[in-house]
């Protein structure tokens, strides 16, 4: 995204101050553009569209008790990489404004947490409100049985219109398979969006010349929603997912302020400044989709859901179950409903969002869902929060004798502490869609030359890896120190134990349990 036309956009906007439109025929206006939307899998003209539409227009007026839902994914996004999460880098370059100005309106996250650090795992457990564990979908792009309910089925019962739209979901496998495993899911009864949404786009792109038409997919969608509908409406960005493309104009990558958990090479820096730039292509394409829903009038009735699908492709992120690896931005809007530039520290999963919808929706909330709804905190009310979120890591996409392919780990995080187990020691890190980068390579070569530093060394090539990890998260945020051998931690040690052997005996875990794997580990008989 060439700098000049987002400075272009920002400006537009600070002169141009959002307007409700009260002309009907303005309301029903797609977004110009100059060709047919890629996204449109309807074989219907621009007027009829657009008919459809004034259809919802009317009709979500009415029913200021069913809100309108959409939920906006980005793909590979960690707090704290957005403006309003307090990055300084983020805030010098102005990379979120869209975003920020989003959170002044809503409510911020401060807490929030995937229930794996991979997207279709922690895809699929959003829709089903349960663990990748529980689901038996840790296996990468392993799609829920054919009886699992999503949130939206109970939406559509309730007589909701439901769509998909954007980048894949992976919620029925990956977008294209060999044919004999694409049979077979069909047997299963596993590839079955089409017929449980009333809106499917299997796979769209939101870069290059596709980010200037995110607002005419959205269009596109709604157009269908028939009279007297409220919609739920999913949204998947690409960005920032890898390949981050070349440019990163404006952004020096000398002046960026590295976490201490990264080794400081030009590489690590001019892959984190493309890394930074294509978050600030992500935020043009929200805003352009925010700027849709305000000049249509549907701003005050739709719940707006931002949300990171899992931690970002970068260095102890995405693939690990470290805070980079899980926590991601949530932020959620609702006039006048949630008030405005507000914040919660609740500790909040992924699989809270199902039940939280469907309560704000006024539907009941199923027994199979395992998720705690956090609608109450929305409405400004007390609610028992979580004492725990927990997340899992099994096979991604790479090499089988790697981690960034497969590794198995669990780990539990309280407010103050992380425990991560890891059932495969016996091999060090690789970052997940990182081994050929510049980036991954140059700490090698500094490994290589004897540049790098002893704790980097340990945090990238320690072998074997500690079965235990123990992280005080207040007074070691970038996990730094594992405390697990630490005598004065034991207690703590034992009490996060506990809660996470309880939690995979009742997802019925196929690993075997921390102690059962440290009691065998020191018998002097193997």
């Known amino acids: 995204m060439r700098l000049e036309k987002l400075e272009t956009r920002f400006a537009a906007k600070r002169d141009c101050p959002p307007r409700r439109d009260t002309n009907i025929q303005e309301m029903i206006r797609l977004p110009s553009t100059s060709q047919k939307s890629r996204w449109s899998r309807f074989d219907i003209s621009w007027a009829k569209k657009s008919i459809c539409l004034f259809s919802v227009m009317a009709s979500v007026q009415a029913l200021e008790s069913k809100p309108n839902i959409l939920l906006i994914l980005s793909d590979d996004h960690s707090v704290p990489h957005v403006g309003c999460y307090g990055n300084a880098d983020f805030l010098k370059y102005s990379i979120t404004p869209n975003l920020d100005a989003f959170a002044s309106e809503g409510m911020r996250f401060d807490r929030a947490y995937t229930a794996a650090p991979q997207c279709a795992p922690s895809r699929i457990s959003i829709f089903a409100s349960q663990s990748p564990v529980k689901l038996g979908v840790t296996r990468f792009a392993q799609p829920a049985r054919a009886d699992v309910p999503f949130f939206t089925d109970f939406l559509r019962e309730r007589g909701y219109w439901v769509g998909l739209a954007g980048r894949h979901q992976h919620l029925d496998g990956r977008n294209r398979e060999a044919p004999h495993i694409d049979e077979v899911l069909i047997q299963e009864g596993m590839q079955n969006l089409d017929t449980r949404f009333d809106h499917f786009v299997r796979s769209a792109r939101t870069r290059g010349e596709d980010l200037e038409k995110v607002d005419v997919a959205v269009a596109s969608a709604l157009a269908t929603v028939p009279r007297g509908k409220p919609f739920f409406l999913y949204f998947g960005f690409n960005q920032p997912h890898r390949k981050f493309g070349p440019e990163h104009d404006g952004i020096d990558p000398s002046e960026l302020t590295l976490p201490p958990d990264w080794p400081d090479t030009p590489e690590v820096r001019e892959d984190y400044a493309r890394y930074i730039d294509d978050v600030r292509e992500l935020d043009y394409g929200f805003g352009k989709i925010m700027d849709w829903l305000d000049r249509q009038g549907l701003k005050e009735n739709t719940l707006v859901v931002f949300m990171g699908d899992n931690g970002e492709a970068l260095l102890r992120g995405k693939g690990t179950l470290f805070d980079r690896g899980t926590h991601v931005p949530l932020i959620i809007r609702w006039p006048g409903r949630i008030r405005p530039a507000s914040a919660s520290d609740s500790l909040i999963s992924g699989i809270d969002l199902a039940p939280t919808f469907l309560e704000a929706a006024g539907v009941a909330i ?161």
Request: proline content about 7%.
């Open 366 to 526: 199923p027994e199979e869902m395992d998720g705690v709804s956090f609608f109450p905190e929305l409405l400004g009310r007390s609610m028992n929060s979580r004492d725990y979120v927990y997340a899992e890591r099994g096979w991604h996409w790479g090499p089988i004798t790697r981690t960034d392919g497969l590794d198995f780990s669990r780990s539990v995080t309280s407010r103050h502490y992380r425990l991560i187990y890891n059932a495969l020691p016996d091999r060090s890190y690789t970052p997940v869609d990182m081994p050929g980068s510049e980036a991954w390579v140059s700490i090698h070569a500094a490994r290589a030359g004897g540049k790098l530093s002893q704790l980097h060394e340990r945090l990238y090539f320690q072998n074997p890896r500690p079965i235990m990890e123990l992280y005080d998260l207040q007074s070691d945020p970038y996990e730094l120190n594992n405390l697990a051998e630490s005598g004065a931690h034991t207690e703590v040690l034992e009490r996060l134990r506990q809660a996470l052997e309880a939690w995979m005996i009742r997802q019925h875990d196929y690993l075997p349990l921390p102690s059962h794997a440290q009691q065998n580990q020191q018998d002097k008989r193997y």
